[in-house]
């Protein structure tokens, strides 16, 4: 065995490890939710030697989880499509437009990145407060539509793109929005498709700000709501686990679906930030 090879194998096994690891949780969370709840107080066991449902039937009677989905879907796939929208235009004015203010707006943009998001959780709770919008979907939409990121990502690409084709555009009589939705859009889907999965999954995982501004259980999201199994239930560990897989799945899901899109997002983020 050579010593390349010998280098592979162990760093083959390292991996399996480290993945088994960080798969563990998540079995032992599904072979709780699999079993009675007598079961898991008498037999400590983390074999999946039972098949019993009932803690997700229960779950899904019992709760408001169906409620919990439908706002977390609704809100998360609003505040994506505008932040995306909103992002890519300011982005687009940004970098192709000249106008007095232009690069201090983009240092604003770029500081904004120093300010920490839960030191503006006061003033805007007292902002949706005043705008009667405690307890109500734009008030959990609006205060996450700030993610200077997808600006800074996106006025990249922008500068990156050749003026040749903008001034071609203008000389056929093309506007601004023609320039943007007709030329400039179509050449940057994969970024907007990472933008827009790693956007969801951090509005679908956000929790603080659902938690401050939701007051009433049927306009709690998932995060949020899965909170609540102890005042439903009390300690029932095979239903806690069995919500919070149940919870947890469309993440799961769309991460397998669209892994290479979510490995993407992560490094264009984590690239920006850097």
């Known amino acids: 065995m050579t010593v390349k090879r010998a280098r592979d194998l162990a760093f083959s096994g390292i991996v399996l490890i480290a993945a088994a690891i960080w798969i563990f949780p998540l079995y032992w969370a599904l072979t709780t939710s699999l079993r009675s709840e007598n079961r898991i107080v008498s037999d ?38 505008i932040v995306l929208v909103t992002g890519m235009m300011c982005a687009y004015a ?13 240092l604003v943009v770029v500081a904004s990145f120093m300010v920490p998001v839960p030191a503006l959780y006061v003033a805007q709770f007292v902002l949706m407060s005043d705008l009667d919008l405690v307890n109500t979907w734009w008030g959990i939409i609006l205060p996450q539509l700030i993610v200077p990121v997808v600006v800074i990502v996106y006025k990249q690409f922008f500068d990156a793109i050749p003026r040749e084709m903008r001034e071609a555009v203008l000389l056929d009589g093309g506007g601004e929005f023609t320039l943007l939705f007709k030329l400039y859009l179509p050449l940057n889907w994969g970024i907007t498709a990472a933008l827009a999965i790693i956007t969801f999954i951090s509005a679908w995982n956000n929790f603080f700000w659902p938690f401050l501004i939701a007051t009433s259980e049927n306009m709690m999201t998932i995060p949020v709501g899965i909170t609540q199994v102890n005042d439903s239930f009390g300690v029932a560990y095979a239903r806690m686990m069995a919500l919070a897989l149940l919870a947890a799945a469309p993440v799961i899901i769309g991460y397998l679906v669209f892994q290479k899109r979510v490995t993407e997002a992560v490094m264009i983020s984590a690239g920006v930030k850097g």
Request: proline letters at 4%; charged letters at 10%.
């Open 94 to 106: 940004l970098s192709q437009l000249r106008f007095p203010g232009r690069k201090m707006l983009y």
């Open 44 to 81: 400590a066991g983390v074999l999946i030697d039972e098949l019993n449902f009932s803690a997700y039937l229960s779950v899904l009677s019992n709760s408001k989880l169906p409620i919990w989905y439908l706002n977390s879907v609704g809100t998360s796939l609003i505040i994506t499509i």
